[in-house]
DNA sequence: ATCCCGAGGG
DNA sequence: CCCTCTGGAT
């Protein structure tokens, strides 16, 4: 099947059937976004959401999570992956926007990118959930499925050349939907280890169908 | 043993 | 390019 017909059959699928995707991480601004996408990292949305009531409550803006110890910040976020990491990320990301942003979120790639504890993944996260831009950011999820169903080439190697082949089949209109189709369809049916392929609408033709 | 919406450093 | 950080679920 050519690549131009997948990528059709894909959003014909997920618009007929989820119309409205969302992150599952629970968030109420865009600074609570920030902080729950960088502790999402490698830790599942459902871990996350169980911490993160705490912390936002007890660092509702980055002013109050910039004058921050370290130490204070892990105690909320001992039970997610790399705790000590995104502990100091998240107090450099807190303080960054404090000196370089006005205490306001950046609205561009390389402003959030220049945050500690963002890279490009978290950036185009921000960028495509808060101000709807066309930007497909490539996790676990969006890597192994775009693979499987044929939507990026085996030879797409890096999370980037993932997204490069991603962005110029899906239209624009598209594309922030089609970031949470992909992690739904991964989360939820074409699981790493044990892919739901029994269940899965687009098997017939997915490249690495298992039994 | 493997995976979960990765990023920073060498 | 590689490696490390790191806890919880399955």
Redesign the pocket.
């Known amino acids: 099947m050519l690549k131009k017909e997948r990528f059709r059959r894909f959003i014909e699928y997920f618009t007929e059937h989820y119309p409205e995707p969302q ?3 629970n968030f109420s601004n865009p600074f609570e976004l920030l902080t729950a ?2 502790l ?8 996350i959401n169980q911490i993160t009531p705490a912390l936002f409550a007890r660092f509702a803006e980055p002013e109050s999570l910039a004058a921050a110890s370290v130490d204070e910040v892990f105690s909320y976020i ?8 995104k502990a100091k ?1 998240l107090v450099g990301m807190a303080k960054a926007i404090m000196e370089r942003f006005g205490g306001e979120i950046p609205t561009t790639l390389a402003d959030l990118q220049s945050l ?8 185009h ?1 921000i960028l495509s959930v808060v101000y709807n831009e066309p930007t497909m ?1 490539v ?3 969006v890597f ?1 499925v775009s693979h499987r169903l044929g939507l990026a080439p085996l030879t797409a ?2 999370p980037l050349a993932v997204e490069k082949s991603l962005m110029a089949y899906i239209p624009k209109v598209h594309v922030p939907k089609a970031h ?1 189709w992909l ?1 739904l369809h ?2 939820y049916i074409c ?3 044990s892919p739901k392929c029994s269940i899965c609408p687009l098997l017939d033709f997915c490249k690495y169908p298992q039994s």
């Open positions: 992150t599952e991480l996408v960088i999402s990292a490698q830790c599942t949305d459902k871990r001992r039970s997610v992956s790399y705790p000590n990491n990320h500690p504890g963002v890279g490009r993944k978290t950036a996260v950011a996790d676990t999820h192994r190697t890096t949470h992690i991964g989360r699981l790493a280890r």
